[in-house]
């Protein structure tokens, strides 16, 4: 059986960092791309961003572009460092393995329970 386990969330003040870890179990992610996405209250989970299996090709949100940076360590392990954090960042974020990175939280087919974060102004 599948599990993705994010990890590192927390209260951050405005202007702050956090990196947030997913572990993948149960299988090796050869060939899979993982995404990080987040869900903040009253709306909709939104993309945040993705590394396909190579690690060569990295796409991010505009929000996000030039603040968060997403590294995979292994088949099973990704990171997200996420710096300048702002309120408008707070939200949980999800991890997700999928066929290939996409914008679309269709495309994935496992996900974590998602870690709050939570930035304070």
């Known amino acids: 059986q599948v599990h993705m386990v994010e990890s590192g969330g927390g209260l951050v003040q405005a202007g702050g960092s956090l990196r947030l870890s997913c572990v993948a179990s149960?299988?090796?992610?050869?060939?899979?791309?993982m995404g990080w996405f987040r869900q903040a209250p009253g709306k909709e989970r939104e993309f945040v961003g993705a590394?396909?299996?190579?690690?060569?090709?990295i796409y991010y949100a505009d929000s996000v572009k030039g603040r968060f940076t997403i590294s995979r360590e292994n088949a099973n392990t990704v990171y997200l460092q996420m710096n300048s954090l702002k309120p408008e960042d707070t939200a949980v974020y999800y991890c997700?393995?999928?066929?290939?990175?996409?914008?679309?939280?269709?495309?994935?087919?496992?996900w974590g329970q998602g870690t709050q974060v939570t930035v304070s102004s």
């Open positions: 997700a393995a999928g066929d290939d990175v996409s914008t679309n939280s269709r495309i994935y087919d496992y």
């Open positions: 149960g299988r090796i992610f050869n060939n899979y791309a």
């Open positions: 590394i396909r299996w190579s690690s060569v090709s």
